[in-house]
């Protein structure tokens, strides 16, 4: 299914789970004929993301609400900004209003906090990368906001990138089995994708290397010293990834170690939302 159609069931679910059978709150205080405006206002310092699905979001509930835009997605923002101003019926700009929030506080929170690790890598080599650890349903906007950020996306879900993890290793019998078995597989179903494997140490890192066959090989929990070994074995013959605990505090020292790609989970799995608010003008 195609990003946009994703997202537009999202934003169709999301309707129907906070309006239901309609806001009677709205709809007992204001009448249907009053227009209005209100303006995305920036409560703190960030990066601002989803101004372009707010305007889907808009348009999905009431095509003739206008949304006048005064800031991008990715711009850097401080308290007081003005992103955008939506005018209309109020009644429709009160029923979009917390979703229009939930949607942009969560993927501005997501970008900024994407942009402080992408600033960190500056001068290196190394690009960071989002994982699956995101919230379910959300994943294209997450990941969208990643983007937004500076970062960059790994495989959006288990149907675009064949990524070969130690359980799946296990469970194959090793290494080899695992990596014929992907290539016999994309082989036999004629499907053009990238093949990524986990290695555990320097032993498998070896073993991965001298079969040969894979795109990528991640380094799951490596210390920075073991990184750069590792990524003198390589020499520059397969892309390398850096996984498993990077924080803020190290992920430079990874990055300086040589890698191509650093995948970090806590740009989604536990960001904090930037503040702002939809405020009647």
């Known amino acids: 299914m195609e990003e946009k159609d994703l997202i537009r069931q999202l934003i169709q679910l999301a309707f129907a789970e906070d309006i239901g059978e309609g806001d009677h709150t709205t709809l007992c205080s204001i009448p249907a004929e009053v227009e209005g405006s209100s303006k995305l206002l920036i409560k703190e310092e960030g990066v601002l993301a989803g101004v372009e699905v707010a305007r889907e979001v808009f348009h999905q509930f009431d095509p003739l609400l206008r949304m006048e835009q005064f800031l991008p997605d990715g711009a850097e923002v401080k308290p007081g900004d003005v992103a955008f101003i939506v005018r209309g019926k109020v009644q429709s700009i009160l029923q979009t209003e917390r979703l229009v929030l939930n949607i942009m506080q969560r993927m501005s929170g997501i970008a900024t906090i994407t942009r402080s690790y992408v600033k960190l890598l500056a001068g290196t080599r190394a690009r960071v990368l989002d994982t699956r650890k995101t919230t379910p349903g959300m994943r294209m906007l997450e990941k969208q906001a990643v983007k937004i950020g500076g970062g960059v996306n790994h495989r959006i879900g288990l149907f675009d990138m064949i990524l070969l993890k130690d359980n799946h290793v296990d469970f194959a019998g090793g290494i080899e089995q695992a990596i014929r078995g992907a290539q016999s597989y994309l082989h036999e179903h004629e499907r053009p994708l990238k093949i990524e494997i986990e290695v555990r140490s320097l032993e498998e890192l070896e073993r991965v290397l001298q079969l040969g066959g894979v795109d990528r090989i991640m380094l799951d929990n490596f210390t920075p ?36 790609y650093i995948s970090v989970g806590a740009l989604t799995h536990s960001v904090k939302s930037l503040d702002m608010s939809l405020k009647a003008i």
């Not at 073991?226 to 990834?241: C, D, H, M, P, S």
């Open 225 to 260: 010293g073991k990184t750069r070994e590792a990524v003198e074995l390589v020499k520059g013959r397969v892309e390398l990834e850096s996984s498993g605990g990077i924080t803020f505090e190290t992920i430079r020292s990874y990055a300086e170690a040589g890698v191509d």
